[in-house]
T-cell receptor
Framework: GNSVTQMEGPVTLSEEAFLTINCTYT??????LFWYVQYPGEGLQLLLKATKADDKGSNKGFEATYRKETTSFHLEKGSVQVSDSAVYFCALEAPEDMRFGAGTRLTVKP | NAGVTQTPKFQVLKTGQSMTLQCAQD?????MYWYRQDPGMGLRLIYYSASEGTTDKGEVPNGYNVSRLNKREFSLRLESAAPSQTSVYFC?????????????FGPGTRLTVL
């Protein structure tokens, strides 16, 4: 079946540090891949997406590249801010199936 | 444009009680979903509705029922609540954007079953 595995948190960084959150997936066929972000007390919001191999999704300084050969979709940001503190979810969409990873809590300290 | 709204925001039930979680969207989306969020497990799909009049089971449907009342509304019912159903429940709707579905989430309902 389809599944998503992402690195366990929590992750704590200082402002302006480099961020990587690892995500790997298992799927039949060619899923679309997503990163969603959840700020405290809110629902999830789409952060970025990639729909085919080698696509790079980007938004608000975050990037992730769809790597079919390593079945990965790692999230990166060059310089994090306090306002990036949130829980990040990797997700895949296959036909009639949507799977989320367990989530990684990021805390950025000034 | 309120997006996806959910009621109530918080609820405490005793084991065996029943309740219905309400969800509505004003984005004219065809598809709607109910998820539960548990620590360390991410979001798991309970039920979804691809269009008005249809519903399908997701990954964890046991103990739940749903109703797609119309295109806007999708409710989740717990007939006899159990402590294992203590969770945060999210409703979402989606629209096909090119080749993928972008999901829009409500703010969630925090349910505690004693």
């Amino acid at each position: 079946g389809n599944s998503v595995t992402q690195m366990e948190g929590p992750v704590t960084l200082s402002e302006e540090a480099f961020l990587t959150i690892n995500c790997t997936y298992t799927a039949t066929g060619y899923p679309s891949l997503f990163w969603y972000v959840q700020y405290p007390g809110e629902g999830l919001q789409l952060l970025l997406k990639a729909t085919k191999a080698d696509d790079k999704g980007s938004n608000k300084g975050f990037e992730a590249t769809y790597r079919k050969e390593t079945t990965s979709f790692h999230l990166e940001k060059g310089s994090v801010q306090v306002s990036d503190s949130a829980v990040y979810f990797c997700a895949l969409e296959a036909p009639e199936d949507m799977r989320f990873g367990a989530g990684t809590r990021l805390t950025v300290k000034p | 444009n309120a997006g996806v709204t959910q009621t109530p925001k918080f609820q405490v039930l005793k084991t065996g009680q029943s309740m219905t979680l309400q969800c509505a969207q004003d984005m004219n989306h065809n598809s709607m979903y109910w998820y539960r969020q548990d620590p360390g497990m991410g979001l798991r799909l309970i039920y979804y509705s691809a269009s008005e009049g249809t519903t399908d089971k997701g990954e964890v449907p046991n103990g739940y029922n749903v109703s797609r009342l119309n295109k806007r509304e999708f409710s989740l019912r717990l007939e006899s609540a159990a402590p294992s159903q203590t969770s945060v429940y999210f409703c979402a709707s989606s629209a096909l954007t090119g080749s993928y579905n972008e999901q829009f989430f409500g703010p969630g309902t925090r349910l505690t079953v004693l």
